[in-house]
């Protein structure tokens, strides 16, 4: 069984970065489809963006081009650069392994999930 742990969060003014880092436990992270979804209070999951285990990559169209998700298989660790940060980008974000399907929109209800790690993004 995999678990996972999230570091990374913080706050932030808008237009600032954070670099959030998901650490997993196990020998079969490299074979997982990974990624992060988040969740502001009152709002349902988002899906942010996955990662297969070749390292295809697929965004969120309110993420794209923002947000850059990468993946060391020696380190077992997980990454989502989140640049230009929005007021709008604040919620908990989720780090998630093994959704139903490898896409953003499924990530939210991957099997596997850490306890969250949060980012306040202020005006």
């Known amino acids: 069984q995999v678990q996972l742990v999230e570091s990374g969060g913080g706050s932030v003014q808008a237009g600032g970065s954070l670099r959030l880092s998901c650490a997993a436990s196990?020998?079969?992270?490299?074979?997982?489809?990974m990624g992060w979804f988040r969740q502001a209070p009152g709002k349902e999951r988002e899906g942010v963006a996955v990662i297969d285990s070749g390292g295809s990559t697929h965004y969120a169209d309110s993420v794209k081009g923002r947000f850059t998700l990468s993946r060391d298989n020696a380190k077992n660790t997980l990454y989502l650069q989140i640049d230009s940060l929005k007021p709008e980008d604040t919620a908990m974000y989720y780090c998630?392994?093994?959704?139903?399907?490898?896409?953003?929109?499924?990530?939210?209800?991957?099997?596997?999930r850490g306890q969250g790690t949060q980012v306040t993004v202020s005006t």
């Open positions: 998630a392994a093994d959704p139903p399907s490898c896409d953003y929109r499924s990530i939210r209800w991957a099997n596997l």
């Open positions: 196990g020998n079969k992270f490299s074979s997982y489809c």
